[in-house]
């Protein structure tokens, strides 16, 4: 496991873009493309200026009441990329067509291989019903891991816009989806975000987080605001940093404790040696804010879930390296859910 770390580190620094041949700015708002799935011309159409109103589809959208935001880190330097995401959007397509009419859905992925991507593009499910905000690596500072999020097409896009962090050293960024809710005069901003992992000094996740709220703060036009992500909380000043910027933390509002077996989402299924080293913990979470939106429930996924069994070559390669079964990821997934307050006035 040791030399596939070093790889990745090696391979990450190979692959960074280098910040004069990006077009981006650092540390502001850069406004990028998401995609919807042309069925017609069986192509991926790229939307270049957003609009409030969704995509043509058979659901009644006055129904939509709910928005449940999935989040979920796959580990990007484990081997076979492509079983280990075909199992996890499996998982994801199981839980979320059990869902009521009346809940929209929103995807946040981080740790995406390029090779995620293309996986994710070509599964049905997500053609017929979400929006893909990254098709490539073009809006990522590393061209060999990033995030991305699917978003629900009953709903609108208003915006689609990345903030790279200038205080990273992991190409690192906050991506955010202004959603609009038919009907009404919602306009709610989700945000996924993979913050600068590992202990350094200086601490990179404060600046980071305090940047991030301020995008979700911004806007006196939103009725609400969610940001949900691996925050990598590993350390104390972690345990702040909803408060630090004025935001609620998801699983602490609904009485979780800090330390709490019953929220941590790493270390499970982390292979056993970095288990008895750094023991569990709360790395995923999701912070809030706005009075438009009313947190009804938050609660984990993603456990035990593994590569196809018919996939014997990936899964002995997996138990190979130490695994005690052949997950898919090391992280487990959060879904947070929250009401949409139906008010005009907003």
Same mark, same amino acid.
């Given at each position: 496991?040791?030399?596939?770390?070093?790889?990745?580190?090696?391979?990450?620094?190979? +692959?960074?873009?280098?910040?004069?041949?990006?077009?981006?700015?650092?540390?502001?708002?850069?406004?990028?493309?998401?995609?919807?799935?042309?069925?017609?011309?069986?192509?991926?159409?790229?939307?270049?200026?957003?609009?409030?109103?969704?995509?043509?589809?058979?659901?009644?959208?006055?129904?939509?009441?709910?928005?449940?935001? $999935? &989040?979920?880190?796959?580990?990007?330097?484990?081997?076979?990329?492509?079983?280990?995401?075909?199992?996890?959007?499996?998982?994801?397509?199981?839980?979320?067509?059990?869902?009521?009419?009346?809940?929209?859905?929103?995807?946040?992925?981080?740790?995406?291989?390029? &090779?995620?991507?293309?996986?994710?593009?070509?599964?049905?499910?997500?053609?017929?019903?979400?929006?893909?905000?990254?098709?490539?690596?073009?809006?990522?500072? &590393?061209?060999?891991?990033?995030?991305?999020? +699917?978003?629900?097409?009953?709903?609108?896009?208003?915006?689609?816009?990345?903030?790279?962090?200038?205080?990273?050293?992991?190409?690192?960024?906050?991506?955010?989806?202004?959603?609009?809710?038919?009907?009404?005069?919602? !306009?709610?901003?989700?945000?996924?975000?993979?913050?600068?992992?590992?202990?350094?000094?200086?601490?990179?996740?404060?600046?980071?987080?305090?940047?991030?709220?301020?995008?979700?703060?911004?806007?006196?036009?939103?009725?609400?605001?969610?940001?949900?992500?691996?925050?990598?909380?590993?350390?104390?000043?972690?345990?702040?940093?909803?408060?630090?910027?004025?935001?609620?933390?998801? $699983? +602490?509002?609904?009485?979780?404790?800090?330390?709490?077996?019953?929220?941590?989402?790493?270390?499970?299924?982390?292979?056993?040696?970095?288990?008895?080293?750094?023991?569990?913990?709360?790395?995923?979470?999701?912070?809030?804010?706005?009075?438009?939106? !009313?947190?009804?429930?938050?609660?984990?996924?993603?456990?035990?879930?593994?590569?196809?069994?018919?996939?014997?070559?990936?899964?002995?390669?997996?138990?190979?390296?130490?695994?005690?079964?052949?997950?898919?990821?090391?992280?487990?997934?959060?879904?947070?859910?929250?009401?949409?307050?139906?008010?005009?006035?907003?």
């Amino acid at each position: 496991m040791d030399e596939l770390v070093q790889k990745s580190i090696q391979q990450a620094g190979v +692959l960074k873009k280098p910040s004069l041949l990006t077009p981006w700015i650092s540390d502001e708002p850069w406004p990028q493309p998401y995609y919807t799935w042309d069925a017609e011309s069986e192509v991926w159409q790229p939307i270049i200026k957003p609009t409030a109103s969704p995509a043509d589809h058979p659901a009644p959208f006055s129904a939509i009441t709910t928005v449940a935001l $999935y &989040s979920w880190n796959i580990d990007f330097m484990l081997p076979f990329a492509e079983a280990r995401m075909s199992a996890a959007l499996a998982h994801l397509e199981e839980l979320t067509k059990q869902l009521p009419s009346t809940t929209a859905v929103a995807i946040n992925l981080q740790e995406c291989h390029p &090779s995620d991507l293309i996986n994710i593009s070509q599964k049905k499910w997500v053609r017929e019903s979400f929006y893909m905000t990254d098709l490539d690596t073009s809006a990522w500072a &590393s061209g060999l891991y990033g995030t991305t999020m +699917l978003v629900d097409r009953r709903l609108g896009i208003a915006s689609c816009f990345r903030v790279h962090y200038s205080a990273t050293q992991m190409e690192r960024d906050a991506l955010f989806v202004d959603i609009t809710v038919p009907e009404t005069r919602n !306009k709610i901003r989700l945000g996924n975000t993979h913050l600068e992992s590992l202990a350094l000094d200086p601490p990179m996740r404060p600046s980071q987080m305090r940047l991030a709220a301020a995008h979700l703060h911004a806007d006196e036009e939103l009725a609400g605001a969610i940001i949900a992500g691996d925050f990598n909380a590993i350390q104390p000043f972690d345990a702040s940093l909803h408060a630090d910027n004025n935001l609620k933390d998801a $699983y +602490l509002e609904l009485g979780g404790q800090e330390g709490g077996e019953e929220g941590f989402t790493w270390g499970q299924q982390a292979l056993p040696a970095l288990r008895h080293r750094f023991g569990c913990s709360r790395m995923d979470k999701a912070y809030f804010c706005g009075s438009g939106i !009313k947190l009804q429930g938050l609660e984990r996924f993603g456990a035990d879930v593994e590569v196809d069994q018919g996939q014997k070559r990936q899964r002995d390669g997996l138990l190979a390296l130490g695994f005690e079964k052949a997950w898919v990821t090391d992280h487990m997934g959060i879904k947070a859910t929250f009401g949409i307050v139906n008010d005009t006035r907003l």
